[in-house]
């Protein structure tokens, strides 16, 4: 004889879409509320170094290009 898992109608999944939304909101605002937000300091500072390691990845890539460009022109004429 082979043992089956039974399962009450209650904790299985409804099949159904009603629900789900309301859920998923409850949820997210429960996850939210676990978030350690920084401070306008925090986020000042954070923001300026995004910033400025933008900006130096910028100058880079903008240097690397136009080095290959001469590079090509010097090579092929």
């Known amino acids: 004889m082979t043992a089956t898992r039974t399962e009450s109608p209650a904790s299985r999944p409804s099949k159904g879409r009603g629900g789900r939304p309301t859920r ?5 605002v429960s996850e939210m509320r ?3 937000w920084p ?10 170094v995004v ?18 460009a001469k590079l090509v022109l010097l090579t092929f004429g």
Do not use: C
Request: charged share 15%.
């Open 51 to 68: 910033i400025i390691f933008v900006v130096i990845m910028v100058a880079i890539v903008a240097g690397l290009d136009i080095g290959f």
């Open 24 to 28: 998923f909101v409850r949820e997210s």
């Open 39 to 48: 401070s306008r300091s925090e986020l000042v500072t954070y923001s300026i």
């Open 34 to 36: 676990k978030v350690l």
